[in-house]
């Protein structure tokens, strides 16, 4: 029926040209003519598909079937062109994509015949694959980056004291982010044996670990101190895809990490000024596939962590220096003045009640002449020492001058103020103190003055500090080593 010339015409075209009629009530379908190639490429006989075109939709792959036959029946009654893609079996059993792109017209017994040809596009689909996860993979790559610009300069703008807020909101941005249950940063102490977790994010459900993960022992955990080493003398990534896949030698870390719900992590270590500080990592309660190529982004987040916290450890000390005295330890003057002003501005607004005491170490000149001033030196720690135990979480012990200190007691009232700066006074002189196997007998004499106890309903800071002063004098002059408040002297 159809010339020699076309069939061998037809074998040398890449594709595999077909006619394909289905009869007008459907129930038949065969191809008038196929290309020989269709032997050469899906191992079908061209004269069985003569007859019956089956043999070609059962080696359709079957997540592709579905739509093929309304497709046809479409194209049959519209009489639109029929263009399908779908993964075809080859004859060495794997799958191609094809494309079939045929005209269909109507024949004079109602039956539909298409004209067209199945095109491999194998290679097609594969590039464009490729090139989708390339953009997928940059637009991730883009989203990250920026994602590191803004944590950056979330850190270079925190404010000073913001510090552990700060690492908290990094925490969570990269665990959004990640989609990961829990991030968390831990530090190392003497040398590998110990950690703490010091920041943790989770994802809402998911159970906080940090309050049990505090200077936690980790000898026992053999296989962990080794991959710490490992991880820290190579920085790099430790990828836990499957936490019960942990090998034998991991037993006590991965009873652990499953008393935890852990089914996969990662971590990173986290190196300040060339030494490993600790390391940061994730977790996740399903089983899930690390993107390894994720290693270098990682490394630049724990880098990132690394100088946020160096940042703020350095700001920590010099805001630590500049409102703390060297020689003891305590507060100064400089932090001490706006703590009064706060006690202060509380009072005016709620009436809470606060005291401040003037203490003075008596005849510390003494102590410096009879015994060095290096046993001053170490009185003056004492002393500091000892009004800093007196403190809870809202009073402030100060330095106030040379051997001057302060006291201000938070919400007291003028009875409990008196009866703790006795008490200081008695501890003083219980202190006991000695320099090179001698005892040094230390005193201390103190002016307390409740805020209640001035005319003026809003004093000033000074105008306290004054009032105080005015009565550690009157406790020098009445013979030293008591307390002198509101009352008068009360000798001790
Ligand atoms: N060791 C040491 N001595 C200090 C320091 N600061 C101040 N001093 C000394 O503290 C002494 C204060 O002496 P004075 O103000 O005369 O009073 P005092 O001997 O304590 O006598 P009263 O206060 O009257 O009981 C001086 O000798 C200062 O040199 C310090 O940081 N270390």
Not at 119 to 142: F, G, M, P, V, W
Not at 163 to 179: C, H, K, M, T, V
Not at 296 to 316: G, H, M, T
Request: aromatic fraction near 10%; include cysteine; hydrophobic fraction near 40%.
């Amino acid at each position: 029926m159809f010339p020699r010339l076309l069939s061998e015409l037809a074998s040398g075209v890449p594709g595999v040209l077909f006619c394909y009629r289905v009869s007008a009530d459907g129930t038949f379908h065969y191809y008038p003519f196929i290309s020989s190639r269709v032997r050469e490429v899906f191992g079908l006989d061209p004269r069985k598909l003569q007859t019956d075109a089956s043999a070609v939709f059962d080696i359709i792959h079957p997540d592709d079937r579905a739509g093929i036959v309304p497709s046809i029946s479409v194209s049959a009654a519209t009489l639109e062109p029929w263009q399908y893609q779908a993964r075809l079996r080859l004859k060495d059993g794997t799958y191609h994509w094809f494309e079939a792109h045929s005209m269909p017209r109507r024949e004079a017994d109602g039956s539909t015949l298409w004209y067209g040809q199945f095109t491999d596009i194998q290679t097609h689909k594969e590039l464009e694959a490729d090139l989708r996860q390339r953009e997928a993979e940059s637009a991730y790559q883009l989203q990250f980056h920026k994602l590191l610009a803004s944590l950056s300069s979330d850190f270079i703008n925190a404010p000073i004291g913001d510090f552990d807020q700060e690492i908290d909101r990094f925490l969570a941005r990269i665990g959004e982010f990640f989609d990961v249950d829990r991030v968390y940063v831990y530090r190392f102490a003497e040398e590998l044996t110990r950690m703490t977790n010091t920041h943790e994010w989770c994802r809402p459900g998911v159970p906080a670990l940090k309050d049990s993960q505090q200077n936690v022992d980790i000898t026992g955990f053999r296989w962990w101190q080794e991959q710490s080493r490992n991880l820290l003398q190579q920085n790099r990534v430790l990828f836990i895809e499957d936490v019960s896949k942990l090998p034998d030698s991991a037993g006590p870390e991965r009873a652990l990490l499953e008393e935890q719900g852990v089914a996969a992590m990662f971590c990173i270590p986290v190196v300040t000024r060339g030494l490993v500080d600790g390391f940061f990592g994730m977790d996740s309660l399903k089983v899930r596939r690390w993107r390894r190529d994720l290693s270098d982004l990682l490394i630049l987040v724990a880098n990132l962590l690394a100088q946020a916290l160096e940042r703020f450890r350095l700001e920590q000390e010099l805001l630590n220096q500049s409102i703390r005295d060297p020689l003891t330890g305590i507060h100064n003057r400089r932090y001490l003045e706006p703590r009064i002003a706060e006690m202060l501005a509380r009072y005016q607004r709620s009436g809470e009640g606060f005291a401040l005491a003037m203490l003075d170490i008596d005849h510390f000149k003494q102590v410096n002449d009879t015994h060095g001033h290096q046993a001053g030196d170490q009185v003056l720690r004492a002393f500091a020492q000892l009004l800093q135990n007196q403190c809870r979480a809202s009073d402030v012990a100060a330095r106030y001058g040379g051997e001057e200190f302060i006291l201000a007691l938070a919400d007291v009232t003028p009875e409990r103020a008196t009866w703790a700066l006795e008490r200081v006074i008695d501890e003083v002189r219980e202190l006991a103190l000695s320099f090179h196997g001698k005892v040094i007998p230390v005193t201390a004499s103190a002016g307390l003055v409740h805020v209640s106890d001035l005319e003026n309903p809003s004093p000033t800071p000074d105008e306290l500090i004054t009032e105080a002063d005015r009565r550690l004098y009157r406790a020098k002059r009445s013979g030293r080593n008591c307390l002198v408040d509101a009352s008068g002297a009360s000798p001790l």
